[in-house]
């Protein structure tokens, strides 16, 4: 419980430890066609397999969120991607062949001595998971037989499209005290223009993974004495923090809001109140004891308090409310902070930037009456299209999380009346703006309903921005009050928001988004001048202070290498705009543009070159 904005699982995980759960008859009737036809590529290779390896034992081989693997145990040999030439060939037959997948049953004294025959031992142990009284059922394609409870396509030439990936290392069953087994992952389409299409895509996104550009443009590092999922944020990644903080305190000063600023932990007793311990405690750090100092007799003392890391910036947010007697009148009241919060997530579930410990959230809560919550609420979806707008983000959906009725008081706090009240509020305005958005009954935030924000990058690539969430129920448990026009004292709802998430989860997602190459406003490096010659260096150097004056992120690069290989270094370190300057150019009081990835540009005089350079930092322009 508690506010928990941009709480969303990245899933592109792989984790060949967790062994899979057996699928029950039931699942297996519900496998999708592309499940079924990668299921069957599964026994196919295993087919290929044994056909090169007779020797080799068998595991499991189940489909895949992207494709299907096979377990195999083989001691002379240790596969690698060499080996996939081969093993697709093999394949090939296979599927020429067009072999059907032919079900039989044995009894399961049968089954065992088949296996045991053959020296399947796996197999043999597999067999106890089915339960008993369920049918026992083999598969047979050509000479592979195989343990299966299907389902398969109908025969092995329905396979057209697929490939092999990579191999990995994994245990039986996921335990490390178990035999070591050898997996190769594939995958299979329904036609080859699918197939390629996926793995143009998964290049793609190996090339924008944000880990590696993050490295390649040294933006961000990990390290071990620092701890798992700590971020350390270098020159270039901390320029993108600053500007994206630029960006979003003009924006939210020109809404507002009121900037505040709070520590990075409280004693327990705030979030016994915010309800965030215990229901909460297991993402947390532990917690940090301290014992009265300088008691009589100098030994150390008792715990006298616990203080925890912040997971989140609310009950800070909502002192300050508290801080000082409201009225109306001062309503609504928008504090805002890029609060850094701390979550114990597991060391497991660390990637990169996306899954981190440490977090700088773009926070802010909006303590507001009743009837101001409409135009708020209004206001706060407006700022994250219009950072939609700056960013490119061209297509997104708001997911409406609203309350089951049947479920107050136990899933949900027990406010009927603000409940309708509210969801009617939030329903009309997204209605209104004619926002694109879904709703989803019975997945409402225990104190109020909320908003997630899907948006799409470049690639395709879908991604949880943050919550905007409305809450009636913590404000109270806070006591929080203000004053009415005749003198009563109410609680204010209170609107939680982020509409650029955390800077790591954020930026992880721009970096894949841009690929690196960030728009001018953005990038780390901005321009970098090129001078030709000693002859030109001063020149350069004036156009050179005149951008910094200006706050330009701008560099002269001077060498004595060919002007290519300085281009080639500048378009690799994906400086935004370099000004080449020679002989002609400083005569001319010009400079030649040449734009990131863009190939050769124009001359331009120079005041005019700077004075779009400026316009389009002005603007954040997203080129
Ligand atoms: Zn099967
Ligand atoms: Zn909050």
């Given at each position: 419980?508690?506010?928990?904005?941009?709480?969303?699982?990245?899933?592109?995980?792989e984790?060949?430890?967790?062994?899979?759960?057996?699928?029950?008859?039931?699942?297996?009737?519900?496998?999708?066609?592309?499940?079924?036809?990668?299921?069957?590529?599964?026994?196919?290779?295993?087919?290929?397999?044994?056909?090169?390896?007779?020797?080799?034992?068998?595991d499991?081989?189940?489909?895949?969120?992207?494709?299907?693997?096979?377990?195999?145990?083989?001691?002379?040999?240790?596969f690698?991607?060499?080996?996939?030439?081969?093993?697709?060939?093999?394949?090939?037959?296979?599927?020429?062949?067009?072999?059907?997948?032919?079900?039989?049953?044995?009894?399961r004294?049968?089954?065992?001595?088949?296996?045991?025959?053959?020296?399947?031992?796996?197999?043999?142990?597999?067999l106890?998971?089915?339960?008993?009284g369920?049918?026992?059922?083999?598969y047979?394609?050509?000479?592979?037989?195989?343990?299966?409870?299907?389902?398969?396509?109908?025969?092995?030439?329905?396979v057209?499209?697929?490939k092999?990936?990579r191999?990995?290392?994994?245990?039986?069953?996921?335990?490390?005290?178990?035999?070591?087994?050898?997996?190769?992952?594939?995958?299979a389409?329904?036609?080859?223009?699918?197939?390629?299409?996926?793995?143009?895509a998964?290049?793609?996104?190996?090339?924008?993974?944000?880990?590696?550009i993050?490295?390649?443009?040294?933006?961000?590092?990990?390290?071990?004495?620092?701890?798992?999922?700590?971020?350390?944020?270098?020159?270039?990644?901390?320029?993108?923090?600053?500007?994206?903080?630029?960006?979003?305190?003009?924006?939210?000063f020109?809404?507002?809001?009121?900037r505040?600023?709070?520590?990075?932990?409280?004693k327990?007793?705030?979030?016994?109140?915010?309800?965030?311990?215990?229901?909460?405690?297991?993402?947390?750090?532990?917690?940090?004891?301290?014992?009265?100092?300088?008691?009589?007799?100098?030994?150390?003392?008792?715990?006298?308090?616990?203080?925890?890391?912040?997971a989140?910036?609310?009950?800070?947010?909502?002192?300050?409310?508290?801080?000082?007697?409201?009225?109306?009148?001062?309503?609504?009241?928008?504090?805002?902070?890029?609060?850094?919060?701390?979550?114990?997530?597991?060391?497991?579930?660390?990637?990169?930037?996306?899954?981190?410990?440490?977090m700088?959230m773009?926070?802010?809560?909006?303590?507001?009456?009743?009837?101001?919550?409409?135009?708020?609420?209004?206001a706060?979806?407006?700022?994250?299209?219009?950072?939609?707008k700056?960013?490119?983000?061209?297509?997104?959906?708001?997911?409406?999380?609203?309350?089951?009725?049947?479920r107050?008081?136990?899933?949900?706090?027990?406010?009927p009346?603000?409940?309708?009240k509210t969801?009617?509020?939030?329903?009309?305005?997204?209605?209104?703006?004619?926002?694109?958005?879904?709703?989803?009954?019975?997945?409402?935030?225990?104190?109020?309903?909320?908003?997630?924000?899907?948006?799409?990058?470049?690639?395709g690539?879908?991604?949880?921005?943050?919550?905007?969430?409305?809450d009636?129920?913590?404000?109270?448990?806070?006591g929080?009050?203000?004053?009415?026009?005749?003198?009563?004292?109410?609680?204010?709802?209170?609107?939680?928001?982020?509409?650029?998430?955390?800077?790591e989860?954020?930026?992880?997602?721009?970096?894949?988004?841009y690929?690196?190459?960030?728009?001018?406003?953005?990038?780390?490096?901005?321009?970098?001048?090129?001078?030709?010659?000693?002859?030109?260096?001063?020149?350069?150097?004036?156009?050179?202070?005149?951008?910094?004056?200006?706050g330009?992120?701008?560099?002269?690069?001077?060498?004595?290498?060919k002007?290519?290989g300085?281009?080639?270094?500048?378009?690799?370190?994906?400086?935004?705009?370099m000004?080449?300057v020679?002989?002609?150019?400083?005569?001319?009081?010009?400079v030649?543009?040449?734009?990131?990835?863009?190939g050769?540009?124009?001359?331009?005089?120079?005041?005019?070159?700077?004075?779009?350079?400026?316009?389009?930092i002005?603007?954040?322009?997203?080129?």
């Amino acid at each position: 419980m508690g506010s928990e904005h941009n709480d969303t699982i990245y899933t592109n995980m792989e984790d060949a430890k967790k062994p899979i759960q057996r699928k029950t008859l039931d699942e297996r009737n519900q496998m999708t066609d592309l499940e079924r036809l990668r299921h069957s590529c599964a026994h196919i290779m295993a087919t290929a397999v044994l056909r090169l390896w007779p020797e080799a034992k068998l595991d499991i081989g189940p489909p895949t969120d992207e494709g299907f693997y096979y377990d195999f145990d083989l001691d002379g040999h240790r596969f690698s991607p060499d080996d996939f030439e081969n093993i697709e060939a093999e394949m090939k037959k296979v599927v020429k062949e067009n072999q059907v997948f032919e079900r039989q049953t044995k009894t399961r004294d049968e089954a065992r001595a088949f296996f045991q025959e053959r020296g399947q031992n796996f197999k043999v142990e597999r067999l106890a998971d089915i339960p008993e009284g369920e049918e026992i059922s083999f598969y047979q394609n050509g000479e592979f037989i195989d343990l299966c409870a299907g389902p398969h396509v109908m025969r092995t030439g329905n396979v057209k499209a697929y490939k092999l990936l990579r191999v990995a290392a994994t245990y039986y069953r996921g335990n490390e005290k178990n035999p070591q087994l050898q997996r190769i992952y594939g995958t299979a389409f329904p036609n080859k223009t699918q197939l390629q299409e996926w793995l143009t895509a998964q290049e793609e996104a190996r090339k924008r993974d944000h880990r590696r550009i993050g490295k390649a443009m040294q933006l961000f590092t990990f390290d071990d004495d620092v701890g798992p999922g700590l971020p350390l944020w270098m020159p270039k990644g901390s320029i993108l923090i600053e500007e994206l903080e630029k960006l979003a305190k003009e924006t939210e000063f020109e809404a507002g809001y009121q900037r505040v600023r709070t520590p990075h932990l409280a004693k327990e007793s705030m979030y016994l109140t915010s309800g965030h311990l215990p229901y909460y405690a297991e993402s947390m750090f532990p917690p940090m004891e301290l014992s009265e100092d300088g008691n009589e007799d100098g030994e150390k003392g008792q715990v006298k308090e616990r203080y925890y890391l912040k997971a989140m910036n609310c009950p800070h947010h909502h002192k300050i409310f508290s801080a000082s007697p409201r009225s109306y009148k001062e309503l609504p009241l928008r504090l805002a902070e890029y609060g850094t919060c701390y979550r114990y997530e597991q060391s497991g579930e660390l990637m990169g930037l996306m899954r981190v410990r440490s977090m700088q959230m773009n926070d802010a809560h909006i303590y507001c009456m009743p009837d101001q919550f409409a135009d708020e609420f209004k206001a706060v979806n407006e700022m994250y299209l219009k950072y939609f707008k700056i960013f490119g983000f061209e297509k997104y959906q708001m997911r409406f999380s609203t309350h089951d009725p049947a479920r107050l008081g136990e899933k949900f706090v027990d406010e009927p009346e603000l409940w309708k009240k509210t969801e009617d509020m939030v329903r009309q305005v997204l209605i209104d703006s004619g926002i694109d958005y879904v709703e989803i009954p019975n997945e409402a935030a225990f104190y109020g309903p909320k908003i997630d924000v899907q948006v799409y990058s470049i690639s395709g690539r879908e991604f949880t921005i943050a919550t905007n969430q409305v809450d009636f129920a913590v404000p109270s448990k806070f006591g929080l009050k203000y004053r009415t026009a005749d003198n009563q004292f109410e609680t204010p709802l209170c609107i939680h928001r982020a509409p650029l998430g955390t800077h790591e989860r954020f930026l992880a997602f721009l970096i894949e988004h841009y690929a690196g190459n960030f728009p001018l406003w953005l990038a780390p490096e901005q321009i970098r001048i090129l001078p030709l010659t000693d002859e030109q260096m001063d020149y350069a150097k004036g156009i050179e202070a005149e951008l910094r004056q200006h706050g330009v992120r701008a560099e002269l690069e001077f060498s004595h290498d060919k002007l290519p290989g300085r281009i080639l270094r500048a378009e690799e370190a994906k400086v935004h705009t370099m000004l080449v300057v020679g002989g002609r150019e400083q005569e001319a009081n010009s400079v030649a543009v040449r734009l990131h990835g863009k190939g050769r540009g124009e001359v331009r005089p120079r005041d005019e070159a700077i004075a779009d350079i400026l316009e389009r930092i002005r603007t954040r322009s997203g080129d």
